[in-house]
Structures are given as C-alpha cells and as structure tokens.
C-alpha cells in the first residue's frame, strides 16, 4: 500500500553536510504567504464588487491560512528532495508564526490564544503533511515519466 513512499530517506544525496537546506524553507514560506495572500486579494476584490454591508469571510480567511501551510510545506519538502517531513513543519512553524505577526499587527488584540494555538497545531501539521507530499511528488513524476518512455521505446513500429 505504501510502496514507494518516503517518510525519511537517510541516504546523503549531492554532498549534503547539512540537515536542513535553507533554499527549500525560504522557497515554502514564500509560497506560503503568497498563496494566502492570493486568496485574501481575492476576497478584497470582491467586496470592492459587490456592494453588502456586512461580510463574514472568518472561514475563508481560515481556509486560505490552512491551503497556505499545505501548500508551502509540499514545496519545502518538494525543493529539498530528502526530510521532507521536517522541512514542511520548520516551514509551517515560520509561516505560522508570520500569520501571527500580521494578525498581530493588523487587530491590536488576540481574541482567545488557546484558539489561536490549537490553529497553529493544524497549520503545522497540514505544513508536515505538505512536506510528505512534496517529497514524494518529484518520485511519482519520474517513475510516471520513465514509465512512459520505456513504452515509447518498446513500441513496435509499423513500416511506412
């Protein structure tokens, strides 16, 4: 059932003398932010369209928050090719903690922390998740991929 995922891969690929590769957390956490915020300028444009009074986006903003760890976490994991667990919820940790200081900053006070922390448990681990997924992307790809060509290339062809 499990055959051909990775969870860990202990094997020191390219020279690697580090355990966490720096270029793969930015690359999360950029995409991260700039996911939610794609979806939260979304959300903007339509109330600048649409003329209500009143606008409850609470759940939306949540799952634009929550698609953001996803998907940050899955390029962390994608971009680094090994650990992918850990570089998704250093990932998610950082981008948790960024939504933090923008919601910080954007309403004076927090309404309740222990809402706020049990949020930033699903963010970290739909961000570990994410890292899961991304290192085994690039897997199912290739294999797909070969797959392919090898039928291509032991295709019989018919003379013209």
């Not at 939260?40 to 369209?49: A, I, K, Q």
């Not at 900053?105 to 706020?116: D, E, I, R």
């Amino acid at each position: 059932m499990f055959k051909g995922i990775t969870f860990v891969s202990w094997s020191r690929r390219e020279g690697q003398a580090g355990l966490l590769k720096l270029g793969a957390l930015w690359s999360g956490i950029v995409w991260a932010l700039a996911s939610a915020a794609f979806i939260c300028v979304g959300l903007l444009l339509w109330v600048f369209m649409t003329a209500r009074e009143v606008y409850h986006f609470n759940a939306f903003v949540m799952a634009a928050i929550w698609l953001g760890a996803l998907v940050g976490g899955a390029v962390g994991g994608r971009t680094s090719g090994n650990l992918g667990w850990l570089h998704g919820m250093v990932v998610g940790f950082i981008y948790y903690l960024a939504v933090m200081l923008l919601s910080a900053l954007w309403s004076p006070g927090l309404s309740v922390l222990s809402l706020w922390l049990a949020q930033g448990l699903v963010v970290v681990t739909l961000s570990t998740a994410g890292g899961v997924v991304g290192v085994n992307i690039p897997a199912a790809w290739r294999n797909s991929h070969i797959s392919r060509s090898r039928d291509r290339l032991h295709r019989k062809r018919f003379p013209v």
